[in-house]
Every structure is written in C-alpha cells, then in structure tokens.
C-alpha cells in the first residue's frame, strides 16, 4: 500500500467519524427537543398566569431557537463532511460510494417528498409553534383578553410552526455548488 494510500484511507476514517458524531447529535437533538417542548407546553398551561405563560414560552422559545441555530450549522457541517466521505469513496472503493443511487424518494402520506430537512423543519416546527402558542396566550391573558387568548394562541403557533418547517427546508437545502474544499480528492 502506497504512502498516499494510507494518507486518504486515513482522511476516510477521520471523515467518516467524523459524519458520525455529528448525525449522532442531530439524533440526540432531535429526540430531545420534541419531548421537552411538548411535555412543558401540556404541563404548564393549565393554572398558570398569563405572564408566567409568557416567560416560559419566551425561554422555551429562546432555548429551541438557539439548539435550532446549532442544528442548521451542524447540518451544513454534515453535508460537507459527507460529500467529503462519498469523494473518497469513489476513489478508495472499487464499486464507488457505499450510499449511492438513492432509488425511490417516499413520500410522507402519499403526498409530500420525506427527506431529512422535512423531518427537521417538522420537529423544529412543532416545538417552536408550541412556544409561540404559549407566548401569544400568556400576552394575551397578561394584558386582560381571556376570552379567546388560547384559541388565538394556537392559531398563531400554528402559522408559526408552518413558516419555521418552510424555513428550515429552504435553510437547509444542497447549494448548487458545492463549496471548494481546500484539498481535493486525487483521482486514480
């Protein structure tokens, strides 16, 4: 095996591992988030005053938004570092990339392409909508209009939620032009 052989075999493991951790976090986010969201959106409603309503779902709001910010990056991160790892693929492997040809997209419910930036636009969604609906109702019952306050709040959330899933699939999808890397792969 020649020294440049081992040199890319050595890129490949790095890369590799690499993609990994960062899919093992998103994993770990993305079974995170969704649980704690929901779990103190059901749980802090009732009995509670419109201004503590709002300071729980502005923290809420803050924390998802920041593990959000995170999740974009990490997802950029992860698609770089696996382009790097299909590249030397192509090159360290006889039959090319091991996640080749993806086949047949599914399709969520018959109707929508299932890809992962739908899966995150929909968690991230549904946890932010949740904290918006307690922002709207919490404001709302603060300042005296009790009568639909949770009924606004939940169609606000629901917009909300809609714009962020939207958001996060446009966010997160491939440039047209992938990002030169700094050390390419040699060709055989």
Known sequence: MSNEDELLRLEYEYASRLLGNL???????????????????????????????LAIGGLGAAATSGV???????GELRRRAADRVNRLESVLFVNGPLVGGYGRTPR????????????????????????????????????????????????????VALAIVREVAVAQRRDPKPAATTTPAPSR
Request: hydrophobic share 55%; proline share 1%; glycine share 16%.
């Open 68 to 74: 959000l910010a995170y999740e974009l990056r990490n």
């Open 108 to 159: 969520l419910f018959g109707l929508i392409y299932a890809s992962h930036r739908l899966g995150v636009g929909l968690v991230y969604g549904a946890a932010l909508g949740g904290w918006v609906y307690l922002i709207v109702w919490g404001t709302l019952a603060a300042v005296g209009e009790r009568a639909h306050a949770q009924g606004i709040g939940v169609a606000v959330g629901a917009v």
């Open 23 to 53: 899919t093992e976090i998103r994993f770990k986010l993305l079974a995170l988030v969704p649980t704690l969201s929901g779990a103190v959106v059901a749980l802090v409603s009732a009995g509670r005053s419109g201004l503590e309503l």
